[in-house]
């Protein structure tokens, strides 16, 4: 309106200085009113399209509530959900540099363990893996805290915490996490320092059970563990 008056002000302005004819005043003040509006028609529109977005908004928001809360809840135990026994094949060297053929069945809620034998790699060995398989090849970790490797880097809950805590102490990984001064909270490199000796490989192992895979094929690197730290990782997969 405040527009519209000062239009056909400046208008009539230049109709007293002879720069305008009346005529062309009307004809001003009409395409003046024309413009005003469908500018006025249009900001009802654009107001419209701003609720129906800030409707949808608050429906998305809604439903990303209800999901969460069902992802909070299903978190811990929706990384395994098989209910048919699983087959892997898995391709072991002979001794005269061929493969013998391995066939795996992991039943469900449970992890099938492929050890390869001493010093042998898994370069080039699997002739077919499912895609719920896990092959341990060395260590590879995320940078981030040993708890955010275990457990991911969302929010934890109480419950993963605990979880987490019982599968670093059945590898053998809690004494480590107790001489560290930030605990859990240590930062960790991609090869696990400033983790020494073979803490780093039970801390590899403890991540991958966190979410076990239906097959988890040992490479050689099982071979940097002692006895003890081979038996511990391995009753952990149990």
Do not use: W
Not at 106 to 118: H, Q
Not at 162 to 171: C, I, K
Request: glycine residues 8%.
């Amino acid at each position: 309106m405040l527009a519209n008056v000062t239009l056909l002000c400046l208008v009539a302005f230049l109709v007293l200085k002879g720069q305008l004819t009346v005529g062309q005043l009307v004809a001003a003040e009409i395409v003046v009113t024309g413009v005003v509006a469908a500018v006025a028609r249009l900001g009802k529109h654009i107001e419209s399209f701003y609720d129906a977005v800030a409707a949808v908004a608050k429906l998305n928001d809604l439903a990303n509530a209800v999901d969460g809360k069902e992802q909070d809840e299903n978190r811990v135990v929706a990384h395994r959900s098989a209910r048919e026994p699983l087959l892997a094949v898995v391709t072991l060297p002979d001794a005269d540099g061929g493969g013998s053929e391995r066939r795996v069945v992991a039943k469900p809620g449970e992890v099938a363990v492929v050890r390869l034998p001493v010093g042998a790699t898994s370069d080039g060995l699997i002739a077919s893996l499912p895609r719920d398989a896990h092959v341990v090849r060395g260590v590879a970790l995320l940078p981030g805290t040993i708890l955010e490797n275990v457990v991911g880097f969302e929010a934890i809950t109480p419950r993963e915490l605990a979880r987490a805590e019982r599968l670093l102490a059945a590898v053998g990984f809690d004494a480590t996490a107790r001489e560290l001064r930030a605990g859990l909270e240590t930062m960790v490199e991609v090869d696990g320092s400033p983790l020494r000796g073979e803490a780093p490989l039970r801390f590899q192992f403890a991540t991958i059970l966190f979410r076990p895979p239906a097959v988890l094929v040992i490479d050689g690197i099982a071979d940097s563990l002692t006895a003890d730290g081979l038996i511990a990782v391995l009753r952990a997969v149990r």
